[in-house]
């Protein structure tokens, strides 16, 4: 493999419910920056059916160049056609970095990808970085069930692949002036020939906790206590407006249930104030919540790494604390609430 004859970055734009994925836009994000380093151009590859204007949505969010597989085969995700195409576009063009989201489609497909291009994949990458001059690309991810943070190299083949999960990385703010290229690709694929068919999509409500959605989170850790005293959590939550997190020590003692984790294993969250609540802060908690605008964090142990990565931190019992906040903020928030409500009509008086 001569590595001189690959050239570019490359994100695999996901689309939902005929949208772009909201992590695609993210990756665009990240893939400026590494293009940019690198001196290259940022290609995203669009696949699907009807999909070829949402490529001046990925100008807007920093592509270049958008590679795309408009075709009725590809109305609904499957392995089989979508590789099938992307491998195809990576034969023609060969890029040198290709990037996908840690969702179940991104998943599926790069492993598949994985599979047939001789090159490796980095899963749940956090960090993305790379090379100026040789054009590594350094993926960076907890290992050893978050104790350390290891970073991945793909040496000798291309293109180098990882997938990167929501909320890691930060989309860019949408220039609508912003112009590229558009590169309408074919590949001769025929229904008969797939082995796999969407007979029907079937969509289940299931009412969860958005908490990747929450301008505020509140999450406790086993510093808690026990079930009980993870209510104190609750209850701060309610006076507050937020949405629960948790720690996967708490959801594995079954004190709640998983989908509040927040980490590695669990949710990425980008909330405006994100509380750690007797929470240590293990690597695989913090890079699950660390592009919070603003950290505060309670413990009682001075030394919990938790105090590195908060914009602010009390030491001290939260059995003891949080009762006083939650009393104080149930006081305080009427008025400001009121304040609030009194300038509101003054402004349209």
Excluded at 39 to 49: D, N
Excluded at 209 to 235: N, T, Y
Excluded at 326 to 333: G, P, T, V
Aim: net charge negative.
């Amino acid at each position: 493999m001569n590595l001189e004859d690959y050239r570019g970055i490359w994100v695999y734009i996901e689309v939902k419910d005929g949208n772009v994925a909201p992590v695609s836009l993210e990756l665009l994000g990240a893939g400026r920056m590494l293009a940019d380093k690198r001196g290259t151009e940022l290609g995203g590859v669009l696949i699907g059916s009807g999909v070829k204007p949402l490529a001046t949505t990925l100008f807007a969010y920093g592509a270049d160049v958008v590679y795309v597989y408009d075709d009725p085969i590809f109305e609904h995700y499957r392995t089989e056609p979508y590789m099938r195409a992307l491998l195809d576009c990576c034969h023609k063009h060969k890029p040198e970095v290709l990037l996908y989201g840690a969702t179940p489609t991104g998943k599926d497909l790069a492993s598949a990808i994985a599979t047939d291009l001789p090159t490796g994949l980095t899963a749940d990458t956090t960090i993305l970085d790379i090379e100026e001059d040789t054009g590594l690309l350094l993926a960076s991810r907890p290992a050893f069930g978050g104790n350390i943070m290891a970073t991945i190299l793909c040496k000798k083949y291309r293109p180098q692949m990882a997938t990167v999960r929501p909320k890691v990385m930060k989309a860019l703010s949408p220039d609508p002036a912003r112009t590229g290229r558009i590169i309408e690709e074919q590949i001769e694929l025929h229904e008969e020939q797939m082995r796999t068919k969407v007979l029907e999509v079937v969509r289940e409500t299931v009412k969860k906790a958005r908490i990747d959605e929450a301008d505020i989170v509140v999450a406790g850790g086993k510093g808690m206590g026990s079930k009980e005293g993870f209510q104190l959590i609750h209850e701060l939550a309610d006076v507050l407006g937020a949405a629960v997190g948790a720690s996967r020590d708490v959801v594995e003692a079954g004190w709640i249930d998983h989908h509040h984790q927040v980490g590695q294993t669990g949710v990425t969250v980008t909330p405006k104030i994100y509380f750690a609540i007797g929470i240590s802060g293990a690597i695989q908690h913090i890079v699950g919540m660390q592009n919070s605008e603003l950290i505060i964090a309670i413990n009682k142990d001075p030394n919990a790494p938790i105090f590195q990565a908060c914009h602010y931190g009390i030491v001290g019992d939260a059995l003891e604390i949080v009762p006083l906040l939650i009393k104080r903020l149930k006081e305080e928030l009427p008025k400001l609430n009121a304040s609030a409500d009194a300038k509101e009509e003054i402004r349209h008086a």
